[in-house]
C-alpha cells in the first residue's frame, strides 16, 4: 500500500503562497485562469502493446477534429518529448483535460503533472487498478477529479475522445469551438477536487517548515508511518505483511 505519487516538474512552496501567488491546481477553480484547449496529449507512440494502441487511438481521434482547440497531440520520440519538456506543462495548464494513457507501466509521471497543473486527467485503465492507485494520496477524492475510460471499452468505441470529453465539460457534442469559460457543474466539481486535494501530490521545494506545503505528499507519507508505528490495523494495512505489525497493539478488530 505504500505507493509513492512520481516526482513532478510542478513544485511549490507556501511562501510563493505567502506572497500572492496561487498554486497552479487550484487556478481554474479560483477563476485565476481558463483552459484553451478541450484536451491535449503529448507523448510518444511508444510503450506496452496495449499503449500503443490508446496512444495511435488518440492521435487518430484528435486528427478528425477541424479545430485545434478541440484536441492538441505533440507527439514524437521518446527523446524529442523530453526535450521540449519546458513546453509541456504550459500546455497542460492550458488544458481542461490531460490525456494520460499508459507508456511502458500503466502509472506514469505525467498522471501527477497532470493533477498538479489543475488539468482535469483522463486516465485509461480499469477499475480495479484504478482503485488501488496511490492509496495514501488519492483514495477518497480521486475518483471525482479523474475521466476513469477502460481501455478495451475505449479502443472498441466509435466515439471518438473529443465527443466523450465535450459531453462532460459542456453537456452536448455539438460544439464547433471550444470555450473554456462555460464549464458544465460536472466538470467544475473536478476542479473543485483537486483544488482541495492536489497538494496531496506536490513535493515542497525546500526543507524550512515555513516554507513547506502543508500536507504533501511527504506529509502524507510521514502521517502514515507515524500511524503505523503504533497502531497494528495501520501497519499491516500500509505494509501488508503482518508479521511486522504483531507485536503492536490494536484497541479493535482489523477490517
Known amino acids: ?3 509513492l505519487p512520481f516526482l513532478s516538474n510542478v513544485r511549490w512552496s507556501a511562501a ?3 506572497d500572492g501567488a496561487i ?4 487556478r481554474p477553480w479560483a477563476g485565476a485562469s481558463h483552459p484553451q484547449l478541450l484536451a491535449s496529449f503529448a507523448g510518444s507512440m511508444q ?3 496495449l499503449a500503443q494502441h490508446i496512444r495511435t487511438r488518440i492521435r487518430d481521434d484528435c486528427a478528425t477534429v477541424s479545430n485545434a482547440s478541440l484536441c492538441t497531440v505533440r507527439s ?3 527523446g524529442d518529448v523530453l526535450s521540449g519538456l519546458k513546453d509541456l506543462l504550459p500546455l497542460k495548464m492550458r488544458s481542461a483535460f490531460c490525456l494520460e494513457p499508459p507508456g511502458m507501466a500503466t502509472v506514469r509521471k505525467g498522471m501527477v503533472d497532470a ?3 489543475g488539468c482535469v486527467p483522463v486516465f485509461f485503465i480499469d477499475k480495479t487498478q484504478f482503485d488501488l492507485l496511490w492509496p495514501l494520496h488519492f483514495r477518497g477524492w480521486g475518483a471525482k477529479a479523474v475521466v476513469r475510460l477502460d481501455p478495451a471499452e475505449y479502443l472498441s468505441s466509435a466515439a471518438t475522445i473529443t465527443n466523450r470529453l465535450l459531453r462532460v465539460f459542456t453537456d452536448s457534442r455539438e460544439v464547433p469551438y471550444f470555450n473554456g469559460r462555460h464549464p458544465s457543474v460536472a466538470y467544475r466539481r473536478m476542479q473543485l477536487a483537486l483544488h482541495d486535494n492536489a497538494h496531496k501530490f506536490v ?3 525546500d526543507g524550512q517548515p515555513q516554507n513547506q506545503v502543508h500536507g504533501d505528499a511527504s506529509h502524507v507519507v510521514l502521517h502514515a508511518l507515524q500511524r503505523a508505528a503504533t497502531d497494528e490495523c495501520s501497519c ?3 505494509l501488508v505483511r503482518s508479521w511486522r505489525c504483531d507485536a503492536l497493539g490494536s484497541s479493535e478488530a482489523c477490517a
Open 1 to 3: 500500500h505504500l505507493q
Open 16 to 18: 510563493w503562497t505567502r
Open 23 to 26: 498554486p497552479p491546481w487550484q
Open 47 to 49: 510503450g506496452s502493446p
Open 76 to 78: 514524437g520520440t521518446k
Open 115 to 117: 493533477i498538479l497543473s
Open 203 to 205: 513535493y515542497s521545494v
Open 236 to 238: 499491516k494495512w500500509l
